[in-house]
């Protein structure tokens, strides 16, 4: 089945360019950032103790400041680092004699831990979040924001796998851009990452939390998301329709619209494996690109009702 979508040259679309990091830097900095805050903890607080005459207090010193900085941000780390040194710091001052010095001495180094692990606590919560940023960025395209080929496989087939399990419905739509590939031999390379990028934003503004959008790869996109061919269907004709009205603001002033076909597939008992469901959602996708490109075609394996045509090719 096949339903036919007409092109409507009309709406902006302003999306905002992802920003992707290199893992290789992300892990660098990491490094340094760990590095540097606990050298200049350890030596900002070494001087500090010189000066006070606390030098006695230096090995309990590394405990609370590790602790602090390995398993909590600001507020943990410096109520840690505080607790913790403080209890050091009023055993060994409570040894000395009771006396305005004293009293000093303890303030001081009270402080000296409370500010360390509040500086490492603040450390550490950039660390975390860098370390996210890495995760982040093996799983997904660094041009497009979406989930990369490689992950998109190992989704698929863990979905693949529970349906077989425990029963269900999953879908899988296949999208490629019409002609990129003379889109680029007229606009440049330039143009054509920007246009994936629009292309990898509209996806993201579509889709539900549930589904998954990914970078099939070139100009290649896959979504698979839960539900039956019906859904699959209502989805691939919204994003169809998102891309063709997306507007691409070219040097010079120009402003191009591009369209995409593509193919739906449902996994069903006559799947033998996502392999199976893969190559019925390109053959789909080949149909629509051989009927004329920018239209939805449906797997014949699907069963849909008859008025469903009709309604989204109005």
Not at 32 to 39: N, W
Not at 64 to 71: E, G
Not at 224 to 250: K, S
Not at 264 to 284: F, H, M, W
Request: hydrophobic share 45%.
């Amino acid at each position: 089945m096949r339903v036919v979508g007409k092109t409507n040259r009309r709406g902006v679309s302003h999306v905002r360019k992802t920003m992707s990091l290199h893992p290789d830097v992300v892990e660098r900095r990491v490094t340094v950032r760990r590095v540097v805050a606990l050298t200049g903890a350890l030596v900002g607080v070494s001087a500090v103790l010189l000066v006070a005459g606390l030098l006695y207090l230096w090995p309990l010193f590394i405990f609370p400041l590790l602790l602090s900085a390995v398993f909590f941000f600001e507020l943990g780390s410096l109520l840690v680092a505080g607790w913790v040194g403080g209890f050091f710091v009023a055993y060994f001052a409570l040894r000395q004699p009771a006396d305005p010095g004293t009293a000093r001495q303890a303030i001081i180094g009270l402080a000296a831990f409370s500010l360390a692990g509040l500086v490492l606590g603040r450390v550490q919560r950039d660390q975390h979040h860098l370390r996210k940023l890495l995760a982040a960025t093996s799983l997904t395209d660094r041009l497009t924001g979406l989930y990369n080929y490689g992950t998109f496989v190992d989704y698929l087939h863990n979905e693949v796998t529970k349906t077989d399990r425990y029963g269900g419905e999953l879908t899988l739509i296949m999208f490629d851009l019409d002609h990129f590939k003379r889109f680029n031999d007229r606009h440049g390379h330039e143009a054509g990452n920007d246009l994936l990028r629009r292309v990898g934003a509209t996806l993201q503004s579509v889709v539900r939390e549930a589904d998954m959008a990914a970078r099939y790869g070139g100009e290649e996109f896959a979504l698979l998301l839960r539900g039956d061919a019906q859904n699959g269907l209502e989805l691939a004709e919204r994003v169809r329709r998102a891309i063709e009205t997306t507007a691409l603001d070219l040097r010079g002033g120009e402003i191009v619209y591009v369209t995409a076909s593509a193919g739906v597939a449902p996994y069903d008992s006559s799947c033998d494996g996502e392999t199976t469901l893969i190559e019925r959602a390109d053959q789909a996708l080949y149909e629509s690109k051989a009927a004329g490109r920018n239209q939805v075609t449906v797997h014949a394996s699907a069963e849909l009702p008859e008025h469903l045509s009709i309604t989204l090719s109005a």
